[in-house]
């Protein structure tokens, strides 16, 4: 069993930034890559990132290149997601997630352990 605790989250205002960050805990031996996906309000949930954690090889959603920046730091069990220039569409409920196997992780239905989530709110 893994666990994920996310925090870093809040209230940003538009064309400003944050890093997320998430602790991954328990059984990581095995796992294959964590990824964060965001569930803004009223919809449903989103891939954002995702990274390896053998190879370091990151994934993005199309729509986050160039604004959003995953990376690992193996010794702390640590992926975080820095966030920059954000827009009010980019307000949602952030998840840390964990997929064990290799295999697609841009999808969020392929996750197996998820985090409690944290807020990122971009308003002025």
């Known amino acids: 069993q893994v666990q994920m605790a996310e925090s870093g989250g809040g209230l940003v205002q538009p064309g400003g930034a944050v890093r997320l960050s998430c602790a991954v805990s328990?059984?990581?031996?095995?796992?294959?890559?964590t990824g964060w996906i965001r569930q803004a309000p009223g919809k449903g949930r989103e891939f954002v990132a995702a990274?390896?954690?053998?190879?370091?090889?990151?994934y993005y959603a199309n729509s986050m290149k160039g604004r959003f920046v995953i990376s690992r730091d193996s010794a702390k069990n640590t992926v975080y997601l820095q966030m920059n220039n954000l827009k009010p569409e980019d307000t949602a409920i952030y998840y840390c997630?964990?997929?064990?196997?290799?295999?697609?992780?841009?999808?969020?239905?392929?996750?197996?352990?998820w985090g409690r989530g944290t807020q990122v709110t971009i308003s002025s």
């Open positions: 997630a964990t997929r064990q196997s290799f295999g697609v992780v841009t999808e969020p239905r392929y996750y197996d352990s």
């Open positions: 990274v390896s954690w053998s190879s370091g090889r990151t």
């Open positions: 328990g059984r990581t031996s095995s796992t294959y890559a």
